[in-house]
């Protein structure tokens, strides 16, 4: 079945250092790929997505670039800031109608972020 | 302003209690899921919804049950025979199928319940 694996954390960095959240993927065909954050005691937002090989999600300074060859989508940004402290969740959803739409998890990576 | 909203916040079950956790949209959303999320882990899909009246099982359904009489309602009942029900509960919305890329969909979020035993 599909699945998405993400580097564990906590990944503790300071203030304007680049960010880099390794995520690989395992899907039958083409699924549509997601990084989601979430903030502390809140539900999860979408922070960008990539529906197709080479596409690049971008939102918020944070980029990501669907790349079918290595099957993966890291989450980057140049510069982080305090306000960046936060869970990222990858994702994907399956391509395949009989999956339901049902978007796939990976384990989530806490990102601190000290002044 | 549209969204979805749980309730409550912070929920506490008793040993052999079932407990209803609430979910409602005003998105108009047709399809409908709830997550379970334990600490330092990903979600994990418990039931999911893709039109009223009509629920599937996801990956850990065993000792839960969910209706959807409603198209902005989905909530989910923990029963007694969940014997770890104790975790954070994320219930989510999207359009759903045929309205457009379904794949490419965001999915709405509520912010949790967090459920535990005493």
């Known amino acids: 079945g599909d699945s998405v694996t993400q580097m564990e954390g906590p990944v503790t960095l300071s203030e304007e250092a680049f960010l880099t959240i390794n995520c690989t993927y395992t899907?039958?065909?083409?699924?549509?790929l997601f990084w989601y954050v979430q903030y502390p005691g809140e539900g999860l937002q979408l922070l960008l997505k990539?529906?197709?090989?080479?596409d690049k999600g971008s939102n918020k300074g944070f980029e990501a670039t669907y790349r079918k060859e290595t099957t993966s989508f890291h989450l980057e940004k140049g510069s982080v800031q305090v306000s960046d402290s936060a869970v990222y969740f990858c994702?994907?959803?399956?391509?395949?109608?009989?999956?339901?739409?049902?978007?796939?998890f990976g384990g989530g990576t806490r990102v601190l972020v000290k002044p | 302003d549209g969204g979805i909203t749980q309730s409550p916040k912070y929920l506490f079950r008793k040993e052999g209690q079932n407990v209803t956790l609430s979910c409602e949209q005003n998105?108009?959303?047709?399809?409908m899921y709830w997550y379970r999320q334990d600490p330092g882990q990903g979600l994990r899909l418990i039931y999911y919804s893709q039109i009223v009246n009509d629920f599937q099982k996801g990956d850990i359904a065993e000792g839960y049950s969910v209706s959807r009489e409603k198209k902005e309602s989905f909530p989910l009942t923990v029963t007694s025979a969940q014997k770890n029900p104790t975790a954070f509960y994320l219930c989510a919305s999207r359009i759903g199928q045929g309205k457009m890329r379904a794949t490419n969909e965001k999915l709405f979020f509520g912010s949790g319940t967090q459920l535990s035993v005493l």
């Open positions: 899907a039958t065909g083409y699924p549509s």
């Open positions: 990539a529906t197709k090989a080479d």
């Open positions: 994702a994907l959803t399956s391509p395949i109608k009989a999956a339901g739409n049902k978007l796939t």
């Open positions: 998105l108009n959303h047709d399809a």
